[in-house]
């Protein structure tokens, strides 16, 4: 079992940046694949990003691509998530959530933390 604890939200102007962490408790983070997700206020949790457990494979939104960048560090036991060129449309509650290697759903998620983008 591991615990995420997100960080780093906040406001930003449109075209701003931010980046997210998110701590994970126990020794167990290096076996688990990561994902970042969001939900923004009236809609439903939607994907950002996902990275395998090494890090060396990383999938993407559409609609983050070539802004946001999902990377890992296993000796830190932190996921982290660098959000360039926001727009408002980024606004949301952001949460990160961990997979076994292989599976297809999330079994463990942070509380989440408030991005709000304003124009």
């Known amino acids: 079992q591991v615990q995420l604890v997100e960080s780093g939200g906040g406001l930003v102007q449109a075209g701003g940046s931010l980046r997210l962490s998110c701590a994970a408790s126990g020794r167990t983070f290096s076996t688990y694949a990561m994902g970042w997700f969001r939900q923004a206020p009236g809609k439903e949790r939607k994907f950002v990003a996902d990275i395998r457990r090494s890090g060396g494979s990383v999938v993407y939104a559409d609609s983050v691509k070539g802004r946001f960048t999902i990377s890992r560090d296993n000796a830190k036991n932190t996921l982290y998530l660098q959000m360039n060129s926001l727009k408002p449309e980024d606004t949301a509650v952001y949460y990160c959530?961990?997979?076994?290697?292989?599976?297809?759903?999330?079994?463990?998620w942070g509380q989440g933390t408030q991005v709000t983008v304003s124009s």
């Open positions: 959530a961990a997979r076994g290697e292989g599976a297809a759903t999330y079994d463990f």
